[in-house]
């Protein structure tokens, strides 16, 4: 159980151009979702906190129009990396949390590896 | 600042030793201490602590929270090459369900 997953796992695009990322809770419902990222030898960064049918809370220093943020369903975010330049290539990871089962936890999905040229 | 502090950064063992992880933290308002392994993909789930002095076990992996000294430490006895991993902690607090995560501790398990 609890398995979350995230497609694509590798995407490489041209600068301008923008990437959807999906993450889906398979087993379980997830009215709350969230974004990370993470640098090399680095630890994650939450980026924002997606909540089914309402908007999205970004942390500071995240650009709410350069990364859209829709979580329309409770089994489904989506990340929208736009307009995307070379410094936005990074692993993307997100996570959802099992809002009938123990709230703390967040099961994460596999990750996305973002390249941009 | 809320922080969650992870020692050693890295370790280098030989498969059949015996390691423990540290964590420390200090947040407002704590709620839960969680341990997550990641390898080469996303964290996979591996302890929830909510109270002190209680172990959590599964297999070679043990975990226990102090919410006195405010750390856990995570124990792998008889190491294996394939629990060679970043090992991440991250605690919650209430009113938030955010995790805020250490910088991981690097564990390699050499033959």
């Known amino acids: 159980g609890a398995v979350v997953s995230q497609h694509p796992s590798w995407v490489i695009c041209k600068s301008g151009t923008s990437v959807k990322i999906e993450c889906r809770s398979l087993?379980?419902?997830?009215?709350?979702m969230f974004w990370y990222r993470q640098f090399p030898k680095q630890s994650l960064m939450l980026m924002a906190t997606s909540n089914e049918g309402s908007k999205a809370t970004y942390e500071q220093g995240v650009e709410k129009d350069k990364f859209l943020i829709n979580h329309a369903s409770l089994t489904l975010s989506t990340l929208t990396v736009t307009s995307a330049h070379p410094e936005d290539s990074s692993f993307y990871i997100c996570?959802?949390?099992?809002?009938?089962?123990?709230?703390?936890?967040?099961?994460f999905g596999a990750g996305t590896r973002l390249s941009v040229l | 600042e809320d922080k969650v502090v992870q020692s050693p950064l890295s370790l280098v063992v030989h498969e059949g030793d015996t390691v423990t992880l540290n964590c420390s933290y200090e947040v407002t308002n704590f709620r839960s201490l969680l341990w997550y392994k990641q390898e080469k993909k996303a964290p996979t789930f591996l302890f929830m602590l909510t109270s002190s002095g209680i172990e959590k076990k599964s297999g070679r992996l043990s975990s226990i929270l102090d919410k006195k000294e405010l750390f856990s430490i995570l124990n792998i006895t008889a190491t294996q090459t394939g629990d060679s991993a970043i090992y991440l902690c991250a605690v919650t607090q209430g009113g938030s369900e955010k995790l805020v995560f250490g910088k991981g501790t690097k564990l390699t398990v050499n033959p």
């Open positions: 996570s959802a949390r099992d809002s009938s089962g123990i709230g703390h936890i967040q099961y």
């Open positions: 087993d379980f419902q997830a009215t709350t």
